[in-house]
């Protein structure tokens, strides 16, 4: 089984939504996808309401996760680390000791040639910006998905 972790700072708004979005497109039974933030502040907390409503209007139920933070055992437990943006990268590398765990480091946007390599936080933005963000998410997830469907991460 292949198990992917997506990371952003508070785990309430950008990697709850890349969860929902890969899961939704890929087989449970051989694909695992959980998220994480770098940052503790919203511990056990559902993620952002904005994001639970951008997803809803896409088909996609995020009422189920819980805000965790990332730990260096995340290293061991995942095959792929994806995150948000260039200062997620750098709090996760913090976390790593060998050259085998930064290797699964990537920007979630570097699978999708959109021209812009880093998901901006919603935040402290409106509606429209979380609906941006899934917008993001969701075409690198199909990269995501295409690799996996021919066997490469």
């Known amino acids: 089984m292949t198990k992917i972790l997506m990371v952003c700072l508070g785990n309430i708004c950008r990697s709850p939504l890349a969860e929902g979005v890969l899961k939704s497109k890929v087989n449970a039974s051989e694909i695992f996808v959980d998220s994480a933030g770098t940052g503790g502040y919203h511990i056990g907390s559902l993620p952002d309401s904005r994001s639970m409503d951008v997803a809803n209007e896409h088909g996609i139920d995020i009422s189920n996760q819980r805000c965790r933070k990332f730990t260096s055992e995340d290293f061991q437990a995942f095959d792929v680390i994806y995150v948000m943006d260039k200062s997620n990268y750098d709090n996760v590398i913090a976390l790593s000791d060998t050259d085998e765990d930064r290797k699964k ?33 969701e075409q690198a997830c199909n990269q995501i998905v295409k690799k996996l469907e021919h066997g490469r991460r």
């Open 105 to 137: 480091v990537k920007l979630l946007l570097e699978e999708a040639d959109l021209g812009i390599s880093e998901v901006p936080d919603p935040y402290y933005d409106g509606t429209n910006e979380f609906e941006y963000v899934y917008g993001l998410i």
